[in-house]
C-alpha cells in the first residue's frame, strides 16, 4: 500500500493553484471491492485537471462521487472551500458541476434535441419552447464544428456523433466545473482537434475542466495539472511543465510498458479466412458504397491490423463479414467454407466472432451478471437439451476472468460494477471462450488503459501462436506498431496501402489521407 510520504511529487510541494472543488480523504466501498482508499484531490480554477490510471483504478468512481451519481464511504467534498454533500446529479448541477460519462447515456429513440435539453425542458406560455431548444441545439452543434440536425433520432447517429451529443448536452447546462470521463474514446482526430479548441475556449471562461484519457499523448496536449490514481490511491501529481509520457505510464503500471510485438517462432498454417470483393452500400446515400470491394486473405497463427479513419469503413467490413451487416456483394470463406450466407450464431458455431466497438449496445447484457455475460456466446458447450450443466458453466467463467485477467468480485457481480476497461475485457473474454478459428475485433482498446491494452494485445498474440487468426481494427497508429504481422490501411470504403510491421508510422497516416504533422 502507498502512503502519504511514496506520493511522487515531481515540482518537491504539491501545486498550490487555488482549488475550486476539493476531496478530502474519500473512500468508497462496493462490498469487499474497495474502489477508493482515502483520496485527496484537487480542481483547479479556470485550468484542465488530467486523471491517469488503469481501469479499476478508481477514475469513474471518484469522478461519479464528485458529481453525484454515487456517494462516498467516508470522507468529504469542499467547493469554494465549503463543505457540500450531493445526493444526485441535480444537486452537482445546481451548483455548476455537469459530467460527460465515458458510456453514453443517451434515449436513442429521441431527437438531438430532446436529448440535450431531457429533464430541464426549456418553457414559455403554452408550454415547451421547442423552437429555442432547436435554436440552441444548432448553435452548440456549431460551436462542436458537427452539422447534426436538432430533430435526428439519436439512434440514426454513428457512435463518434452520439459522444459529441453528449458533450453537447454538458455544454448546455454552462457549468464552473466540467468533467470529462473519456470524451474522445468515439471521436475521429479531426473531432478530438474541435473538442480541444472548446475545452481551451471554457478555460478562458474560468470553467474548471476534469479530464480522463486513456490516450496518453493525446491528454498530455490539454492538460495543466495530472494525477495518477493506482488501485484506488493516488501516486503521483504533478504540473504539466514536469511531466511526459514516461513519468505518466511509469506512475500507472510501475515501468515503462509498450504494446507488444508480432508473435514469431512458428510456422503459419494456411489461409482461414478469405474475403473476397465485400461490398457493403451505404442506405443513406444511393450509390455510395461503405465498402467497396475489399479481398483480404488472413492465414492461421496471423495478426493483422486494419487502420483507418473514421469512416474509412473498418467497422463496416468487420460488421459484414461477421454477419451483422448485409453485403450486397462478395463472399467470406472460413478454412475454405463458404459461410456468406450463414447467421451471426451459425458464423460462431463455425469459429468466426466478432468483438464489437460498442460495447454496451453490442457486447454486454446490462441485466445479466458478469458470469452470465463470459458464457453467453458458449451456451452449447454446456447445455443440453433444456438442461444446463452449472459445473461446466462455471468452468468457462473462471477460465475466462483468468485469461483476461478482468478485476471483478466473482461471477455474480453485477456487469454495471466493473469499470469500461473490464467490461471490454467480458466482451472479449466471452467470444475467446468459444474458442474460434479466427476473431475480428473492432477498436478492442477503446477505453481500455495502457497496461490493459498490453494485456489484451498479449491475450491475442498468444492465440495467434496456437494458430488462431487475428483481425482487430484501430484508429491509433501507435497501435498499429504493436502485434500485427501485417498493417492494411483503408480509405473511403477501400484498401489503398498494405504493409509489414517494420512500417513507420508517418506512412500509415499518409496512406489513410491523415495529415502528418511534422
Known amino acids: 500500500m502507498i502512503n502519504e510520504h511514496e506520493v511522487e511529487r515531481t515540482s518537491g510541494e504539491r501545486v498550490t493553484d487555488e482549488a475550486i472543488l476539493s476531496a478530502r480523504h474519500i473512500a468508497k466501498s462496493f462490498g469487499n471491492v474497495h474502489a477508493l482508499k482515502t483520496v485527496d484531490f484537487d480542481v483547479h480554477r479556470g485550468k484542465v485537471t488530467t486523471l491517469?490510471?488503469?481501469?479499476?483504478a478508481g477514475k469513474s468512481t471518484l469522478m461519479k462521487i464528485l458529481s453525484g451519481v454515487i456517494r462516498p464511504t467516508s470522507g468529504k467534498i469542499l467547493l469554494d472551500g465549503q463543505p457540500v454533500s450531493f445526493d444526485s446529479t441535480t444537486d452537482a448541477q445546481r451548483l455548476g458541476i455537469s459530467i460527460i460519462h465515458q458510456e453514453l447515456s443517451l434515449a436513442p429513440n429521441l431527437s438531438v434535441r430532446d436529448n440535450i435539453f431531457m429533464g430541464r425542458e426549456l418553457g414559455n406560455a403554452t408550454g415547451i419552447d421547442y423552437a429555442e431548444e432547436t435554436r440552441q441545439t444548432r448553435l452548440l452543434m456549431e460551436e462542436l464544428d458537427e452539422p447534426i440536425d436538432p430533430l435526428t433520432p439519436v439512434e440514426d447517429l454513428r457512435l463518434g456523433q452520439q459522444q459529441i451529443v453528449e458533450i453537447a448536452r454538458a455544454l448546455s447546462v454552462n457549468s464552473r466545473i466540467l468533467i470529462m470521463d473519456e470524451p474522445t474514446s468515439a471521436l475521429s482526430a479531426t473531432e478530438v482537434e474541435v473538442l480541444f479548441k472548446v475545452i481551451r475556449d471554457l478555460k478562458s471562461r474560468g470553467v474548471s475542466i476534469v479530464y480522463i484519457s486513456h490516450h496518453l499523448e493525446e491528454a498530455l496536449q490539454i492538460t495543466d495539472h495530472a494525477v495518477v490514481l493506482r488501485d484506488g490511491i493516488m501516486t503521483a501529481y504533478a504540473?504539466?511543465?514536469?511531466?511526459?509520457l514516461e513519468w505518466i505510464v511509469r506512475n500507472m503500471v510501475g515501468d515503462n510498458f509498450d504494446l507488444g510485438s508480432p508473435p514469431s517462432g512458428y510456422t503459419m498454417g494456411d489461409v482461414a479466412l478469405s474475403l473476397d470483393s465485400i461490398t457493403v452500400p451505404d442506405a443513406s446515400v444511393p450509390g455510395r458504397m461503405l465498402v467497396d470491394q475489399v479481398s483480404l486473405n488472413v492465414r492461421a497463427g496471423e495478426v493483422v491490423c486494419i487502420y483507418g479513419l473514421m469512416g474509412a469503413g473498418r467497422t463496416e467490413l468487420l460488421e459484414s463479414v461477421a454477419g451483422r451487416l448485409d453485403a450486397a456483394d462478395g463472399r467470406v470463406l472460413l478454412e475454405?467454407?463458404?459461410?456468406?450466407?450463414?447467421?451471426?450464431?451459425?458464423?460462431?458455431?463455425?469459429g468466426l466472432v466478432l468483438v464489437p466497438e460498442d460495447r454496451q449496445r453490442d457486447g454486454l447484457v446490462q441485466t445479466m451478471s458478469v458470469g452470465q455475460n463470459l458464457s453467453l456466446a458458449s451456451i452449447g458447450a454446456f447445455t443440453k437439451g433444456l438442461l444446463t450443466s452449472r459445473r461446466r458453466e462455471q468452468a468457462v467463467v473462471d477460465e475466462a476472468i483468468s485469461n483476461v485477467h478482468i478485476k471483478t468480485d466473482g461471477g455474480e457481480a453485477a456487469i454495471s460494477s466493473l469499470s469500461g476497461g473490464n467490461q471490454q475485457k467480458v466482451v472479449i473474454g466471452k467470444m475467446l471462450a468459444t474458442h474460434p478459428k479466427a476473431v475480428l475485433l473492432d477498436e478492442p482498446s477503446r477505453g481500455i488503459d495502457v497496461g490493459a491494452k498490453a494485456e489484451v494485445f498479449k491475450l491475442l498474440s498468444e492465440g495467434a501462436s496456437r494458430g488462431l487468426s487475428v483481425v482487430f481494427s484501430t484508429s491509433e497508429v501507435g497501435e498499429c506498431l504493436s502485434i500485427a504481422h501485417r498493417i492494411v490501411v483503408m480509405s473511403r470504403g477501400r484498401i489503398v496501402a498494405e504493409f509489414g510491421p517494420d512500417v513507420m508510422k508517418e506512412e500509415i497516416m499518409a496512406a489513410s489521407g491523415e495529415a502528418v504533422v511534422a
Open 52 to 56: 491517469f490510471g488503469e481501469n479499476g
Open 239 to 244: 504540473e504539466r511543465k514536469d511531466i511526459d
Open 336 to 350: 475454405g467454407e463458404d459461410i456468406s450466407r450463414l447467421s451471426i450464431a451459425e458464423r460462431i458455431a463455425k
